[in-house]
């Protein structure tokens, strides 16, 4: 069993920073990591994802270039690098564990482990 808990939501205005970070509690150490992210009204959607071992990062296109996603397994953490905020981006963010090998690691509907989310809004 693996429980997440995500921090470092916030509001911030458009062209700014902001940092998530996911904690894991439970073995991940071989867990494909993933963020997402769900605007009211709106299907969640896949924002950047790492395979085991911080390997193969994958970006959704709205966010390649100013995210960047990292983990640290000394500290089974999840991290998200937001930079660069747009309006857009204003939604609850998800971080997300599987250990099921997947060919996209995007799809939400592969992954069993999520956490309770972290609001981000980016004001214009």
């Known amino acids: 069993q693996v429980q997440l808990v995500e921090s470092g939501g916030g509001s911030v205005q458009a062209g700014g920073s902001l940092r998530l970070s996911c904690v894991a509690f439970g073995y991940t150490y071989t867990a494909t990591w993933a963020w997402f992210r769900q605007a009211p009204g709106k299907e969640r959607e896949g924002v950047a994802a790492i395979r085991p071992g911080g390997a193969f990062p994958a970006y959704a296109d709205s966010v390649k270039g100013r995210f960047t996603i990292s983990q640290d397994n000394n500290k089974n953490a999840l991290y998200l690098q937001m930079n660069s905020l747009k309006p857009e981006d204003t939604a609850m963010y998800y971080c997300?564990?599987?250990?099921?090998?997947?060919?996209?690691?995007?799809?939400?509907?592969?992954?069993?482990?999520w956490g309770q989310g972290t609001q981000v809004t980016v004001s214009s």
């Open positions: 997300a564990a599987t250990f099921t090998i997947l060919r996209d690691t995007l799809d939400p509907g592969r992954y069993k482990y």
